[in-house]
């Protein structure tokens, strides 16, 4: 069974870059159709994807987010990582890594960042 868990600071300074951790454990990141995404949830608001690094490597990111977010995976280590640059307050959120398929997906237990001088 596979479990994800998120991993880094949980307060990082305006316009620094935030950088977290999801280590896999139970499964390959390279597992055939397979899709590896962050997604965030500012207090007090819905759930935001930010993005995701397919089984082949492939990235893809929110319009939104896809200046200032970037996903890339250590496949030794069974872990993928996001770095969202420029941080502003709005940042804030609990981040979730999580594994999608097409007929199921498991969650992280999330991770609070906060942004903040």
């Known amino acids: 069974q596979v479990q994800l868990q998120e991993s880094g600071p949980g307060l990082v300074k305006p316009s620094q870059t935030l950088s977290l951790t999801c280590t896999v454990s139970?499964?390959?990141?390279?597992?055939?159709?397979?899709?590896w995404s962050w997604i965030r949830q500012p207090p007090g608001k819905g759930l935001e994807w930010i993005g995701y690094?397919?089984?082949?490597?492939?990235?893809h990111y929110s319009p939104s987010l896809k200046s200032r977010a970037s996903i890339s995976r250590d496949t030794s280590k069974t872990q993928f990582t996001l770095q969202l640059s420029s941080v502003t307050p709005e940042d804030t959120a609990v981040y979730y890594c999580?594994?999608?398929?097409?007929?199921?997906?498991?969650w992280g237990q999330g991770t609070q960042v906060t942004v903040s001088s």
């Open positions: 999580a594994r999608t398929s097409e007929s199921d997906d498991t």
């Open positions: 139970g499964g390959s990141i390279t597992t055939n159709y397979y899709y």
């Open positions: 690094i397919a089984y082949s490597g492939s990235t």
